[in-house]
Structures are given as C-alpha cells and as structure tokens.
Nanobody, 123 residues
C-alpha cells in the first residue's frame, strides 16, 4: 500500500513562492499517475495539476497555469509542486494523490491521498 506525505507548506505574501513536496513510501509510484488537489475552507476539493506516470504529460487547472509547475522524480518516489506568483485565492490545504492509470481531474478517481499541507497567502 502506498503512503503519501506532503511537506513545504507555509505562510507567504502575495506574489511569493513556495515549493511543495510529496514523498511516497510503501511501494514505487513510478507506474502511477500523480496529482495535486487543494481545498479551501468551506469549498470542495479542487484539481490543481496532474502528471502522467512517465512525466510525459501534464495538465493544469486554468487558475494555476503559468504560475505552478509540477515535477516528479520516480527514482526518489517524489513529486514536487513549485508555486509562484501566489495569490490570496491560492490559500488552501494542498493534497497529493495517486492512481493507477492516467491522471484525471476528479478527486473520486484517486484512491490514495496524503494528509495535506497548508498554504496561506497573505494580501
């Protein structure tokens, strides 16, 4: 069974940057699609970005396109998310998730989740 642990969240000013990391353990995730979701207070969990197993294909939500960059290192069993030009509306708990198959935008498609890391962007 795969376990996921996110790290790297924190408090940052508008326009600032953060780098989130997701470390997988239990088994290699090289054949899994991986994704980042986020959930703001009082809102549903929303898709941020997904990446295919071989890192050849990524898909970003329109709200973060051009500001966030996903990457993965299958040798290290990690996935990172570089957040730049942060806005107050990016404030949320960020979760990483994995699934067998292609990366999708639906949270229900993912069976393994981390505990989340909080990102707060002050105005």
């Amino acid at each position: 069974q795969v376990q996921l642990v996110e790290s790297g969240g924190g408090l940052v000013q508008t326009g600032g940057s953060l780098r989130l990391s997701c470390l997988a353990s239990g088994r290699t995730v090289s054949m899994y699609a991986m994704a980042w979701f986020r959930q703001a207070p009082g809102k549903e969990r929303e898709f941020v970005v997904g990446i295919s197993a071989n890192s050849g294909r990524t898909h970003y939500a329109d709200s973060v396109k051009g500001r966030f960059t996903i990457s993965r290192d299958n040798a290290k069993n990690t996935m990172d998310l570089q957040l730049s030009s942060l806005k107050p509306e990016d404030t949320a708990v960020y979760y990483c998730a994995v699934r067998i198959g292609v990366a999708t935008m639906r949270a229900d498609d993912y069976g393994v989740w981390g505990q989340g890391t909080q990102v707060i962007v002050s105005s």
